[in-house]
């Protein structure tokens, strides 16, 4: 079956740094392109980050822009999200899953919280 575990979430003060894992199982990794989605309180879950099954190829929304970094290492079905100066509003909990609005299959997902 498909299953993600996310993991690297923590309490962090704003402009810290944080790196998000999920580790991914029950299908071909390396020929998927993957997303980073978030989801804070009393919000809908948005993409946050996509990387192409090569990892050459990367979105970033524009919230996110210029203080992430996505990337993946295809022998050890991994994908992580490299965040800096992170801000308040970077509070939510992620996931990460398939593109385009993800599949059946969702992990717990990992919680980030930037406060002072």
């Known amino acids: 079956q498909v299953q993600f575990v996310e993991s690297g979430g923590g309490l962090v003060q704003p402009g810290g740094s944080l790196k998000l894992s999920c580790a991914a199982s029950?299908?071909?990794?390396?020929?998927?392109?993957m997303s980073w989605y978030r989801q804070a309180p009393g919000k809908e879950r948005e993409v946050v980050a996509t990387?192409?099954?090569?990892?050459?190829?990367?979105y970033y929304a524009d919230s996110i822009k210029g203080r992430a970094t996505i990337s993946r290492d295809n022998y050890r079905n991994t994908m992580y999200l490299q965040m800096n100066s992170l801000k308040p509003e970077d509070t939510a909990r992620y996931y990460c899953?398939?593109?385009?609005?993800?599949?059946?299959?969702w992990g717990q997902g990992t919680q980030v919280t930037v406060s002072s």
């Open positions: 899953n398939f593109p385009n609005k993800g599949s059946f299959y």
């Open positions: 029950g299908f071909t990794f390396s020929r998927s392109a």
């Open positions: 990387v192409s099954s090569t990892g050459v190829g990367v």
